[in-house]
T-cell receptor, first 113, second 113 residues
Framework: DGGITQSPKYLFRKEGQNVTLSCEQNLNHDAMYWYRQDPGQGLRLIYYSQIVNDFQKGDIAEGYSVSREKKESFPLTVTSAQKNPTAFYLC????????????FGSGTRLTVV | ELKVEQNPLFLSMQEGKNYTIYCNYSTTSDRLYWYRQDPGKSLESLFVLLSNGAVKQEGRLMASLDTKARLSTLHITAAVHDLSATYFCAGGYSGGGADGLTFGKGTHLIIQP
């Protein structure tokens, strides 16, 4: 079955650490996205990538970094510069054509300890 | 910049009743999505609305889009407890960009027996 796999499901970060969240899709989708969700809030776009080796900042990119070396993979690194990283992180993908739906992964819950 | 506003943000209703969730957006958006999220879970796609006057129905849920009024609605008919969840609308742009979606804050829906 095709889909998006995010790992780990839960992640704990100490102050000053960088951590990387994994996102892998086998849907052959061109575009991939990272969203952050805080309790009681909607999703906010962190970064997105429409093609391999290219990505753009979303609305809240500060303190995060990404790479897109393969079509299937779009890892997100939460750096120590992100002062409030505790949140639920969702990865999504879609084809670059009008009306095509977005598929979301199951999410990673990151907590700072 | 696209802004998406949902109301109400919280809704408690009884089984068997009808209700509507409203989604207003600020600028031209030719794609409007509705998602469902259960607590601690990812997003489940409900509807994709592409054109003015589009109406889609699935079970007790019906979504519509009025691009002139920049308004989408999600109507719940004869609510049942299983429909309790948070519902998000999200707008975006078609074409080759696939620049990601802008989400509303979500409507937390509780349906009581």
């Amino acid at each position: 079955d095709g889909g998006i796999t995010q790992s780990p499901k839960y992640l704990f970060r100490k102050e000053g650490q960088n951590v990387t969240l994994s996102c892998e899709q086998n849907l052959n989708h061109d575009a991939m996205y990272w969203y952050r969700q805080d309790p009681g809030q909607g999703l906010r776009l962190i970064y997105y990538s429409q093609i391999v080796n290219d990505f753009q900042k979303g609305d809240i990119a500060e303190g995060y970094s990404v790479s897109r070396e393969k079509k299937e993979s779009f890892p997100l690194t939460v750096t120590s510069a992100q002062k409030n990283p505790t949140a639920f992180y969702l990865c999504a993908s879609t084809r670059r054509q009008a009306g095509y739906g977005y598929t979301f992964g199951s999410g990673t819950r990151l907590t700072v300890v | 910049e696209l802004k998406v506003e949902q109301n109400p943000l919280f809704l408690s209703m009884q089984e068997g009743k009808n209700y509507t969730i409203y989604c207003n957006y600020s600028t031209t958006s030719d794609r409007l999505y509705w998602y469902r999220q259960d607590p601690g879970k990812s997003l489940e796609s409900l509807f994709v609305l592409l054109s003015n006057g589009a109406v889609k129905q699935e079970g007790r849920l019906m979504a519509s889009l009025d691009t002139k009024a920049r308004l989408s609605t999600l109507h719940i008919t004869a609510a049942v407890h299983d429909l309790s969840a948070t519902y998000f609308c999200a707008g975006g742009y078609s074409g080759g960009g696939a620049d990601g979606l802008t989400f509303g804050k979500g409507t937390h829906l509780i349906i009581q027996p």
